[in-house]
Structures are given as C-alpha cells and as structure tokens.
C-alpha cells in the first residue's frame, strides 16, 4: 500500500481567489486521481494525472478550472481557481496499487468557499 | 457513460444482524472494487472482484461478483459497531482504466 498526505487538510477561502491542494506520496506511482466528494455524497473523479503528460479530464470538470501538475512520479497539485461556494467540498487524491488497480486515497481537503 | 448503483441508500442495522448491500453496473465490468469509508475518514480499499462468479471472504464480510460481471453484493454477517461506515463499490471498466464509484450504502448500527 501507499502511504498519500495532502496539504492542506482544510481551508476557507473567498469567492474568485484560487487554492492549490498538494498531493504526497511515498513511493513512486505511474497514475494518480483528483476526485471530489460533496459532503454525504459519493466521490466523483475529476481527472487522472499521469507523470509526464497532460491530465485527462472527466465530463464537466475543465482545466481552466481545475489545472494539476504531475512534475514527478510523487506529487501532484489540483488547483481550483476563481472559486465560487459551489466548489466548497472535499478533494481527495488517490494513486492506483502497483500489481493490481485498487486505489489509495489521501486524507482530503476539505474546502470551504464563502 | 458508465454508471453504477447502489442500493440500499441507508442501511439501519441492529448490532448482531445480517445485512446485504448490492451494486449494479450499466455495462460489463473488468473488476469490480469496495471501499469502506468511516465518518469523517477516506475511503479505504477492502477487496478486489476479477473473476465471474467469484466470491470472497474477509471475516464477517462476504464479497460476490456477479456471473455476467455487471453486478457485485457485499453481505455482513453478525453486524458490529465497528461496521459502521459507508460502503461504496466501485467498477472498472477496462484493466488499469479509472473506477466509477456507485452513490455508496450509509451503515448505521443500533447496539
């Protein structure tokens, strides 16, 4: 398994700023995940971030919107830019296991936008 | 696109008693995965599915994938306080591709 720390664990920012969440991991993984989990709710991915190449983004999440850096095979950053309340909920990003596919997640940051 | 469900939503279980929850795929599915996530927590990774008809056990927690590879059912047997979480399955489509999470099973246990 792997062991993921995101940064920061928690944050209220105001409408139309931009926060970078940064993801850790402690040994180097080929594919790692963006997702975000509304409060109650189940996780929706917003893109996959490959070492190396541009981040494949899922329907209605956009790159203007939510740009990630892939610089080395254990880190990432998801930053979500001019932010409005609607994007208030809790990010997660996750690397897939080596042999098989199942999926480490990081604690989250939970986001909070007034 | 790919859509998984899950049902039931909520699932309130007296402590000692058996209960199923149950996952159901739009299209056929390479693996299918289940995560356990406690409140406040991230979900965390219990069991991997590959095979049709495949079935497995973790203690208390019995996994079945489904003979056409579409659906999945996690079955708890003598339910604990520690069981308390939610339950998501998830599905993979190709090998190495992403995983579509179902909406997830709300566990609530009375002791």
């Known amino acids: 398994s792997a062991v993921i720390s995101q940064k920061p664990s928690r944050d209220i920012c105001q409408r139309g700023t931009s926060l970078t969440i940064q993801c850790q991991v402690d040994s180097q993984v080929t594919m790692m995940f963006w997702y975000r989990q509304q409060p109650g709710q189940s996780l929706t991915l917003i893109a996959t971030?490959?070492?190396?190449?541009?981040?494949?983004?899922e329907s209605g999440f956009v790159i203007d919107k939510f740009p990630i850096s892939r610089p080395n095979l254990t880190f990432s950053t998801l930053t979500v830019s001019n932010m409005s309340p609607e994007d208030s909920s809790i990010y997660l990003c996750s690397v897939q296991g080596g042999r098989s596919y199942e999926q480490y997640f990081g604690p989250g940051t939970r986001l909070t936008v007034t | 696109g790919q859509q998984v469900m899950q049902i039931p939503q909520y699932q309130h279980v007296q402590e000692g008693e058996d209960f199923t929850t149950y996952c159901n795929s739009s299209t056929t599915l390479s693996n299918i995965q289940w995560y356990k996530q406690r409140p406040g927590g991230h979900p965390v990774f219990l069991i991997q599915l590959v095979k049709s008809g495949e079935v497995k056990k973790q203690k208390r927690l019995t996994f079945q994938f489904g003979e056409a590879k579409k659906n999945s059912s996690l079955h708890i047997t003598a339910t604990q306080t520690t069981d308390v979480g939610t339950y998501f399955c998830a599905g993979m489509k190709a090998a190495g591709n992403k995983l579509t999470f179902g909406g997830g099973t709300r566990v609530l246990v009375k002791p």
């Open positions: 971030a490959n070492q190396g190449s541009e981040a494949t983004y």
